[in-house]
Nanobody
Framework: QVQLVESGGGLVQAGGSLRLSCAASGRMSSTNVMAWYRQGPGKQREFVACMLRDGSTEYANSVEGRFTISRDNAKSTADLQMNSLKPEDTAVYYC?????????WGQGTQVTVSS
């Protein structure tokens, strides 16, 4: 069983920065993908960014150039550096770990951006 624990959320003013962290524990494939999703008030959960174990990345258009995902394979962690935050970035951010048919989620961390 894999467990994911997020940390680093909080309240920040527009234009500010936050760094989210996700720590994974348990048995997992070496070819997993670590990703971040978010769910804003009254919205569906949406993809934010992901990084494969080989370092390749993908970002949602809405965060491209402002957010950076990174991971430490040795520590099984994934971070999301969020810069130039906007009020529309307000959401619960979820860490996701997946491979093959396996799909694991963290409990989420709240990010609130005030205008």
């Amino acid at each position: 069983q894999v467990q994911l624990v997020e940390s680093g959320g909080g309240l920040v003013q527009a234009g500010g920065s936050l760094r989210l962290s996700c720590a994974a524990s348990g048995r997992m494939s070496s070819t997993n993908v670590m990703a971040w999703y978010r769910q804003g008030p009254g919205k569906q959960r949406e993809f934010v960014a992901c990084m494969l174990r080989d370092g390749s990345t993908e970002y949602a258009n809405s965060v491209e150039g402002r957010f950076t995902i990174s991971r430490d394979n040795a520590k099984s962690t994934a971070d999301l550096q969020m810069n130039s935050l906007k009020p529309e970035d307000t959401a619960v951010y979820y860490c996701n770990l997946s491979w093959d048919t396996y799909d694991y989620w963290g409990q989420g961390t709240q990010v609130t951006v005030s205008s």
